[in-house]
């Protein structure tokens, strides 16, 4: 690993196509030179400014069909015109043509605040420069009234050690525009970020997961709030803990 070359190999890497043995040589140098951990926060930063600002369009296979239906029809030579049925036609096909922009907008958000989650994980875990908690955790107790007149809101904190995912603590992040609370936990070797701020869905949603670079992002809403966790911890235990987050978000008066 050498500066000459690492711009292209931080690319590969960010991109998830680096051979593992060069992923690891990357993340050694990484750790070890300011200049390219640097340039490495600056390169996250745009890719997730440029998701965030340059949505991505992809025309429905509803529209490609209803496109593609008049063609293979054959032509009635002599057939009187009928203008109302282009009309019609033109007029569905704007109907699909919104809905499809306004489900691309949809996605290209989502993936732009999972891209800035995802962001502030890595971030949290860099050696030497990295921010994982601004306060320590002895209990829920520390870290709650910790967040009080830092945020527009007071987050709920529980803490599960004695199901093997200790609080480690909590800190302040900035994600998709805002000041959010993200709390710290632990599960042996490996730390989970979860990440919430108040819902804006007003309402229940299902659990959604991906996974990027070998980290997993589970997200859900519930009425009041909105839930990210990140970890690189292995999915079957990372959807354990995210059930006792959920058990104890029910059960909260």
């Known amino acids: 690993m050498s500066h000459p070359n690492f711009e292209s190999q931080l690319d590969a890497y960010l991109d998830g196509e680096l051979a593992a043995v060069d992923a690891r040589e990357l993340e050694a140098h990484v750790a070890q030179c300011r200049e390219c951990m640097e340039f490495r926060d600056r390169r996250l930063a745009l890719r997730v400014a440029i998701k965030a600002r ?59 605040l999972a891209g800035d989650v995802f962001t502030s994980h890595v971030r949290s875990l860099m050696p030497g420069g990295g921010h994982l908690t601004d306060v320590l955790s002895s209990d829920q107790h520390t870290v709650k009234p910790w967040f009080n007149g830092k945020l527009d809101y007071s987050p709920p904190v529980y803490d599960f050690a004695g199901r093997g995912y200790p609080l480690l603590g909590g800190r302040l992040d900035y994600v998709g525009g805002r000041s959010v609370a993200a709390l710290v936990y632990g599960r042996r070797q490996h730390v989970i970020n979860v990440v919430l701020w108040p819902s804006a869905r007003g309402g229940d949603l299902g659990p959604t997961t991906q996974t990027r670079q070998g980290y997993h992002l589970l997200h859900w809403n519930t009425p009041a709030y909105a839930y990210w966790v990140v970890s690189d911890l292995g999915l079957t235990e990372l959807r354990e803990f995210s059930r006792l987050l959920q058990q104890a978000d029910s059960a909260a008066p």
């Open 54 to 112: 340059v949505p991505t369009f992809q025309a429905s296979d509803v529209l490609r069909q209803r496109v593609r239906a008049p063609m293979r029809k054959p032509s009635m030579v002599g057939s009187r015109p009928r203008p109302w049925r282009s009309l019609a036609i033109a007029a569905s096909l704007a109907v699909v043509a919104l809905g499809t922009w306004q489900l691309a907008a949809r996605r290209s958000a989502g993936e732009a």
